[in-house]
């Protein structure tokens, strides 16, 4: 389906590298778009791939076949609309890279949790040696492009994260398992709605086969409502039929009439949230047929990912935590729930047009005081004063909030940075704000 063929990949960051490497190496002959001005980075690739360019979305972009849109370009832009007319079929990075692939995917989307989740099935499928790659929206991570280049053996599991924005313009792309974690406002200054959200998400159940599975949160009200399907599992706090859940100090899986307990008492990541991540990796491993009583034991072995709940550093009995990707109210919940009441707060970034009363509620509910800093740091500070809160500050760059926070924790709290807000006022993503924390952190180390 590539030899020949002209593609139009708009968009060229992170998956608009990979699939125009990907369809060069097919023989394929692509057209890059871009609105920004390249790289020295993006020219090299373009030269290295001889790829044609533009920086600009011109009417060039319509002499395809396939036009490739990359996430971050939103399909409301001109030529994707004259792209519909035109009847030039407009697909994502993930539908054109899969049909390249005769592998099984493991997919997880959903608000949050995603990259956790797909990161812990994908430790656990390795425990249980299935040979397996991660990818997909995940980072640091590899694109499915990046997976797919490589020509992996067909019997080889391919667990990816994917976003929103990747299952929008999805044709045939069908997972073995699809997992959605949990749905709660976000990105809605690209949606019109939470049900247009959502129905992105569920994008990714369109093509599947009676013998994959969809694994759902029975506890997110989004979600709950959603009607069963024969092949849809559980996973949920309280007792479930065919599913994940918690008991005691153990999760409970049960599947095709079988029952497994683990015990999650070696388990580090701490927080509730991760203990639902942990469940949906568990419930997906079993469902490709691998399962150990013996698991637990290795749960010890398990590794977060940087930027979500990672321990950074502890000064003067101060326990300091990197929560960088935590960009929406409801992770923020979660968040300020898994460090408890003794802690410091440093939050704030760019509004992506959602509520904060969950915001500000959490922060009065745990946290002894709290460093404001972006965008909205004069909202927030105004909502905690309306509230009568006010043990709080702003601090106009991360640096200071930092050293602030440093000064003010007393012995046995915690410092906990959870944003709660976008990175894009500041940093050039979540990743650049959390390296950035924890270069401030460590040099008080």
């Known amino acids: 389906m590539v030899k020949d063929k002209r593609f139009s990949v708009i968009g060229f960051g992170r998956s608009g590298q990979a699939i ?46 396939y036009i490739i849109l990359s996430p971050g370009v939103p399909d409301t832009i001109e030529m994707v609309t004259r792209a519909a007319w035109k009847r030039i079929p407009v697909l994502s990075e993930i539908e054109i890279a899969s049909r390249l692939m005769k592998n099984r995917f493991v997919c997880v989307t959903g608000t949050n949790g995603k990259s956790t989740t797909a990161y812990l099935t994908y430790q656990i499928l390795r425990m249980l040696g299935v040979d397996c790659d991660l990818g997909g929206n995940i980072s640091p991570g590899k694109s499915l492009s990046e997976i797919a280049i490589n020509e992996p053996d067909k019997n080889r599991i391919i667990v990816l994260e994917l976003s929103s924005f990747q299952l929008e313009h999805i044709v045939k792309f069908t997972p073995y398992i699809g997992m ?28 599947m086969k009676d013998e994959g599975y969809r694994i759902l949160n029975k506890d997110d009200s989004s979600l709950s409502r959603i009607e069963p399907a024969s092949n849809t599992l559980y996973v949920s706090e309280n007792e479930v039929t065919r ?32 203990l639902y991540n942990l469940m949906f990796a568990l419930l997906s491993a079993v469902a490709v047929h691998k399962h150990s009583p013996s698991l637990s034991d290795r749960f010890g072995e398990i590794k977060g990912l940087e930027h979500r709940m990672e321990f950074v550093a502890e000064i ?27 802690q410091t707060v440093i939050l704030g970034g760019r509004n ?52 602030n926070a440093l000064k003010s924790a007393e012995s046995g709290t915690t410092i906990n940075f959870s944003p709660g807000f976008s990175s894009f006022d500041m940093f050039k993503d979540f990743i650049d704000r959390g390296n950035k924390f924890k270069e401030i952190v460590k040099k008080h180390v």
Do not use: W
């Not at 049960?254 to 388990?267: C, G, I, L, P, Q």
């Open 180 to 207: 959605i974690t949990n749905i709660s406002d976000d990105h809605l200054d690209r949606y019109k709605s939470i049900d247009d959200y959502l129905n992105a998400k569920m994008q990714l159940f369109k093509n």
């Open 352 to 403: 992506k047009n959602f509520d904060t009363d969950m915001i500000i509620k959490a922060v009065i509910k745990y946290a002894k005081r709290a460093f404001i800093i972006g965008e909205v740091r004069e909202s927030i500070k105004e909502l905690l004063d309306s509230e009568g809160y006010s043990n709080h500050a702003t601090a106009s760059t991360l640096e200071e909030a930092v050293e």
């Open 316 to 342: 003067n009995n101060v326990k300091i935590y990197n929560n960088s990707m935590c960009t929406n109210p409801k992770a923020f919940v979660a968040s300020l729930e898994s460090c408890g009441f003794n």
């Open 243 to 274: 599913g994940a859940f918690l008991r005691g100090k153990e999760i409970i899986v049960r599947f095709n009439d079988k029952e497994m307990a683990y015990d999650v008492s070696r388990f580090p990541l701490i927080g509730k949230h991760n």
């Open 20 to 65: 125009s490497k990907l369809l060069t190496a097919k023989q394929g002959i692509v057209f890059v778009s871009d609105s920004k001005p390249m790289s020295k980075e993006q020219m090299k690739i373009i030269a290295d791939y001889h790829l044609r360019y533009e920086t600009s979305h011109s009417e060039d972009i319509l002499d395809a076949d």
